[in-house]
């Protein structure tokens, strides 16, 4: 089968390689639509010791597909089945896992593989984080499953609740995935980006009013002026940047709180104003990948079309154009890329 590979940052190489063979209770599935992500760009460059543990490994993490092939005692699945499938299943056993929080899980298990034609889901994945879907869902938009079930998990630590006004930092896909599920709860937005054409396009998608940040001389002030003066109830940062982190601090309304979403710089930190924090009780909660219920509630979402993400496509592309997706998204020239391993 077609595969991109990755050796190591900076080399992702389309290579020839054999179909796998599914483990005992794990499977083989045929990949249909796999999604370009923001963590890969970063992945590709610099690598990434938790996602990427061993390599060489196909690429690529947000994917759907029909399973191919099951292996000997594999329960749930069978072949013919249209799945989805996260990027890591936790141990469920650790004390984070038996407390509810398995996105902490110390043994996380991370597949990947997305950019290849078929791809081998271990049975830990399979037992928890493989989700059948129906025929009415495109493998194209079910591949959302993952992103958006991160998303769903930042809405959910920002507690966020109808009539509350939240304000997003990031104008790209995850951003607008926020958007969408802070929508869902009822919650109103304002998106938060910089001037230029994915602005526009956020601003057709009509999630709330899309804000030219640069061009906001004092953003804190500026936001805390909002939701009548109050201030939004909830502020999540979906840029990964410090100097951003801090404006979604200093401009969340009294008693807020500030979802800490975008993965910054190893080594960065940020100031948060002590007065602020304590006489406003401002609570922030930082927000990391997704749960088993959390890629559940997204298929869910997903099947009944309550979220419909399909307009973050830009474009689509066949297996051996990845790199050229993945650099067209560095340089924020498209938003996600539908790349079709069958094509
Ligand atoms: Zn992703
Ligand atoms: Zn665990």
Redesign the pocket.
């Known amino acids: 089968m077609r595969a991109q590979v990755f050796h190591g940052p900076g080399d992702l190489r389309f290579e020839e390689i054999p179909i796998p063979d599914p483990e005992p209770g794990g499977l083989v599935a045929r990949v249909d639509a796999a999604l370009t992500c923001g963590t890969d760009v970063r992945t590709l460059r610099r690598g990434h010791p938790v996602m990427i543990p061993h390599v060489p490994t196909v690429f690529g993490h947000e994917l759907a597909g029909v399973v191919t092939a099951v292996g000997r005692g594999t329960r749930g699945v069978k072949e013919g089945d249209r799945i989805v499938s996260a990027n890591s299943a936790?141990?469920?056993?650790?004390?984070?896992?038996?407390g509810g929080r398995?996105n902490?899980?110390?043994?996380?298990l991370f597949v990947n593989g997305a950019y290849g034609e078929h791809i081998a889901l271990p049975p830990r994945l399979v037992q928890c984080n493989v989700v059948p879907i129906g025929p009415g869902l495109p493998a194209a938009i079910a591949a959302f499953a993952e992103p958006l079930a991160c998303a769903l998990l930042g809405v959910e630590r920002g507690g966020v609740e109808p009539g509350m006004t939240v304000a997003i930092f990031g104008h790209g896909p995850l951003g607008c995935l926020l958007a969408m599920a802070a929508r869902q709860r009822g919650a109103q937005v304002i998106i938060i980006g910089k001037a230029g054409w994915r602005l526009e396009q956020v601003r057709g998608m009509g999630l709330g009013p899309c804000v030219d940040g640069p061009a906001i001389p004092d953003m804190a002030q500026h936001l805390r002026g909002l939701a009548d003066g109050g201030g939004p109830e909830v502020t999540m940062d979906a840029t990964g940047r410090p100097e951003v982190w801090e404006q979604a601090i200093d401009g969340v309304g009294r008693g807020g709180t500030v979802v800490l979403f975008g993965g910054c710089a190893p080594g960065t930190s940020v100031r948060v104003d002590t007065r602020r924090a304590h006489y406003e009780e401002l609570t922030l909660v930082g927000a990391f990948h997704h749960t088993p219920a959390m890629i559940r509630r997204a298929v869910e979402l997903l099947e009944s079309k309550v979220i419909a993400p399909g307009a973050l496509l830009s474009r689509q592309v066949g297996l051996g154009q990845v790199q050229e997706a993945l650099a067209l998204m560095q340089r924020g020239e498209t938003m996600k890329v539908l790349v079709d391993p069958q094509r």
């Open positions: 936790p141990c469920s056993a650790c004390r984070f896992c038996v398995p902490l899980c110390a043994d996380l």
